[in-house]
C-alpha cells in the first residue's frame, strides 16, 4: 500500500501550481525612505475595504504628518499579501511610507510601514513632524515644508 501512496504523493507535490509569495529587500533608513515617499504620517486605522482584487483601501485618521498632505483624513490602498500588501487592523495606529500619487497613495510590506508600537527608532529618526492632529477636524502646520 505504501509503495502506492508514494508515487502518487510525489505526483501530486509536483503537479501542484506554484504560489508566489511576497520577497523584499530590506527598506531603506527612515529618512532615504522618508525621501523617497509621497507621503509619510501616523494616523490610526478606522476603516479597511475591500478593493475587490484581494487588497484593501484603508483610511487612517491622521495624528502626524512628516511629508506630503496635512489632511486630517488619509487613504492608502495596498494589494493582496500574498503579493506583498500589508494588512493594517482597524483601530491600530501605524506609521506609513506611502508611494504613488497624492490622491491615489500606495503601501506595501516591502516599505517601512508599521504599527507605531515598533516604530520607535523610525520615529526617532525623523524627528519633529511637519504637521499635528489639533482637534479631530485639521492639522496645524509646525515647520515648513522643505525636501533636500
Not at 483601501?57 to 486630517?72: E, I
Not at 527608532?121 to 504637521?131: C, F, K, Q
Request: glycine residues 8%; charged residues 15%; proline residues 7%.
Amino acid at each position: 500500500m505504501t509503495r502506492l501512496l508514494l508515487p502518487l504523493l510525489a505526483l501530486i507535490c509536483l503537479s501542484a501550481t506554484a504560489t508566489h509569495a511576497c520577497s523584499c529587500t530590506e527598506p531603506p533608513p527612515p529618512l532615504d525612505a522618508m525621501k523617497d515617499a509621497t507621503a509619510v504620517f501616523s494616523g490610526r486605522v478606522i476603516a479597511a475595504l475591500p478593493d475587490g482584487a484581494n487588497g484593501y483601501t484603508y483610511t487612517l485618521r491622521v495624528y502626524a504628518v512628516w511629508k506630503g498632505s496635512t489632511a486630517p483624513e488619509s487613504e492608502v490602498a495596498t494589494s493582496d499579501v500574498a503579493m506583498c500588501g500589508i494588512w493594517m487592523q482597524p483601530g491600530t495606529e501605524f506609521l506609513v511610507y506611502a508611494g504613488g500619487d497624492e490622491g491615489d497613495l500606495t503601501t506595501s510590506n516591502c516599505s517601512r510601514t508599521t504599527p507605531v508600537t515598533l516604530a520607535a527608532s523610525d520615529l526617532a529618526e525623523l524627528g519633529e513632524p511637519i504637521a499635528v492632529e489639533t482637534n479631530g477636524s485639521s492639522m496645524t502646520m509646525l515647520k515648513a515644508r522643505y525636501y533636500s
